[in-house]
């Protein structure tokens, strides 16, 4: 079990913002910006490389929920939203999920 299987099982603790019968969304532990919140498909897709056209309708779904959280957490000024794919991106858990950061300038290009 992933992690983040553990926090849809409410088997650890995380501050949720959003969850649907589909995805969950909560603030990174270890945030790197002001706002850091991660969405969490419930079904488990390790990663972006391996996601497949039946994944149309959570893929999409995930990125509808990072613009309705910039929303509710007040990212007029901008945000970015990141998905690391794999061991050159730093991927750290094996369970597909997309970063929401905002609410300070984000350096570009990343690291
Ligand atoms: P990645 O490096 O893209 O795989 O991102 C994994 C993210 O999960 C990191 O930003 C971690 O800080 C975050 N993370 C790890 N454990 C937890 C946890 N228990 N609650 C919230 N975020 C976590």
New binding site residues.
């Given amino acids: 079990m992933t ?2 299987e ?2 849809i099982a409410r088997q ?3 501050e949720i913002l959003l969850e649907t019968d589909k995805l969950i969304a ?7 910006a002001p706002v ?1 919140v ?1 969405i969490v498909p419930k079904r488990v897709l390790p990663r972006l490389a391996e996601a497949t056209p039946a994944d149309r309708e959570i893929l999409g779904e995930l990125l509808l929920a990072a613009g309705e959280l910039a929303k509710k957490l007040d990212l007029k000024s901008g945000f970015r939203v ?3 794919s794999g061991p050159d ?6 369970h597909l ?1 997309v ?1 929401l950061l905002g609410k300070r300038q984000l350096g570009w290009p990343p690291g």
């Fill in positions: 992690i983040f553990k926090i650890i603790p995380a909560f603030r990174d532990v270890n945030p790197q850091h991660l990141v998905i690391n991106a730093g991927e750290s858990v094996p999920h970063h």
